[in-house]
T-cell receptor, first 112, second 113 residues
Framework: GESVGLHLPTLSVQEGDNSIINCAYS??????FIWYKQESGKGPQFIID?????DKRQGQRVTVLLNKTVKHLSLQIAATQPGDSAVYFC???????????FGTGTRLKVLA | KAGVTQTPRYLIKTRGQQVTLSCSPI?????VSWYQQTPGQGLQFLFE???????NKGNFPGRFSGRQFSNSRSEMNVSTLELGDSALYLC????????????FGPGTRLTVT
């Protein structure tokens, strides 16, 4: 498959453990945030989103936390599985700009 | 429902040439965004179209242009190709005009030699 990023920070996690992927966003006025997963050879796939009026949102096996004070997002994946191995991106948006700004990405490797 | 499709999937061009990439959004989606993805710069926003109007543009030179047709299909064009234009070009569509989930296509891998 195609390499998404050759010099991405990498998080290695044992299968079954929880993973925490962090992201610092750039614009304090951004009010909508998304986490994406990108597997080799594919486009990014939506995981979960959160609006700025929330601090936490849960999905199936995933939780996103938003700390507006320090402009920080995190994605928690419970019971990490081999299929979770991918590159994860956060994206921020300011309403009315029609533009999503992506973070640099983190490669998650799940160890069997 | 069919996903976002992009054609071609792979393309090799020579410096100085121009290229046109095509994106067909999910049926009913009127917003189409384009991104350039490279190992060094990550995912960078090129432009966004909604109902044939460009609503925002990223920080790319004028060699990069786009358009959207009345059926929401979109094309992007890069003229006078440079080696640094080698990248994965991703298209994403969205159902409404506001904030929300973008659905990405598989991308077009452009190699400039």
């Amino acid at each position: 498959g195609e390499s998404v990023g050759l010099h991405l920070p990498t998080l290695s996690v044992q299968e079954g453990d929880n993973s925490i992927i962090n992201c610092a966003y750039s614009n304090s006025a951004s009010d909508y945030f998304i986490w994406y997963k990108q597997e080799s050879g594919k486009g990014p796939q939506f995981i979960i989103d959160i609006r700025s009026n929330m601090d936490k949102r849960q999905g199936q096996r995933v939780t996103v936390l938003l700390n507006k004070t320090v402009k920080h997002l995190s994605l928690q994946i419970a019971a990490t599985q081999p299929g979770d191995s991918a590159v994860y991106f956060c994206a921020e948006n300011l309403g009315g700009t029609y533009k999503y700004i992506f973070g640099t990405g983190t490669r998650l490797k799940v160890l069997a | 429902k069919a996903g976002v499709t992009q054609t071609p999937r792979y393309l090799i061009k020579t410096r100085g040439q121009q290229v046109t990439l095509s994106c067909s959004p999910i049926s009913g989606h009127r917003s189409v965004s384009w991104y350039q993805q490279t190992p060094g710069q990550g995912l960078q926003f090129l432009f966004e179209y909604f109902s044939e109007t460009q609503r925002n543009k990223g920080n790319f030179p004028g060699r990069f242009s786009g358009r959207q047709f009345s059926n929401s299909r979109s094309e992007m064009n890069v003229s006078t190709l440079e080696l640094g234009d080698s990248a994965l070009y991703l298209c994403a569509s969205k159902g409404d005009s506001g904030q929300g989930e973008q659905y990405f296509g598989p991308g077009t891998r452009l190699t400039v030699t």
